[in-house]
């Protein structure tokens, strides 16, 4: 079985600080793991990924994400927020050693940004 | 833009209607998948096609109805349906089953 969590269903943060947005997962073999960013009355767009390597991995629009085995966590960052980052974020995951290939989405955390 | 399309963007539909959604994928992908969003609720898989073949159907009421005719169109045909039935219904594609998913920008429904 696999399993995401996102344990803030908000964020708030002041324009120009970083960001982050927390992510853990819960798989039997290795994880794929994934961030997504819906903003509004949009569907989501895909924000940047991680299989293997480098465990800190840059996406789109200044966003990265590291990857800690150890902690199972997959959290979202960005060194100087903007108000056009305002959105709701998606981590979501899949078991790579499963056939199935479904991922299973977190319930998302809503990010402010504010001037 | 991601390159899936989804029309029509809003829909309203009486419970006795019939309607269809229609999804349309330009990047060359091999899977497509429905999602519903509703409000206060997470992301919820429908239905899976990986090469024009379903291969996930999430316990979904059978008055939701997938047709994958080609690996760059999906409908979701709708019948009878009930007022918690309106929620947001989104589109994804990807190269293969579990890739990053490209979603489009879905069609919100509402059942009256």
């Known amino acids: 079985a696999q399993s995401v969590a996102q344990p803030e269903d908000q964020v708030n943060v002041a324009e120009g600080n970083p960001l982050t947005v927390k992510c853990t997962y819960s798989v039997s073999g290795n994880p794929y793991l994934f961030w997504y960013v819906q903003y509004p009355n949009r569907g989501l767009q895909f924000l940047l990924k991680y299989i293997t390597g480098d465990n800190l991995v840059k996406g789109s629009y200044g966003f990265e994400a590291e990857f800690n085995k150890s902690q199972t966590s997959f959290h979202l960052k960005k060194p100087s927020a903007l108000v056009s980052d305002s959105a709701l974020y998606f981590c979501a995951v899949r078991d790579l050693n499963t056939n199935a290939g479904k991922s299973t989405f977190g319930d998302g955390t809503t990010l402010t940004v504010k001037p | 833009e991601t390159g899936v399309t989804q029309t029509p963007r809003h829909l309203v539909m009486g419970m006795t209607n019939k309607k269809s959604l229609k999804c349309e994928q330009h990047l060359g992908h091999n899977a497509m998948y429905w999602y519903k969003q509703s409000a206060k609720k997470p992301l919820e898989l429908m239905f899976v096609?990986?090469?024009?073949?379903?291969?996930e159907n999430n316990s979904v009421p059978s008055r939701f109805s997938p047709e994958c005719p080609n690996s760059s169109h999906l409908f979701l045909h709708l019948h009878t349906l009930q007022p918690e039935d309106s929620a947001l219904y989104l589109c994804?594609?990807?190269?293969?089953?579990?890739?990053?998913?490209?979603f489009g920008p879905g069609t919100r429904l509402t059942v009256l």
């Open positions: 994804a594609s990807s190269q293969k089953q579990g890739n990053e998913q490209f």
């Open positions: 096609y990986s090469l024009e073949e379903r291969v």
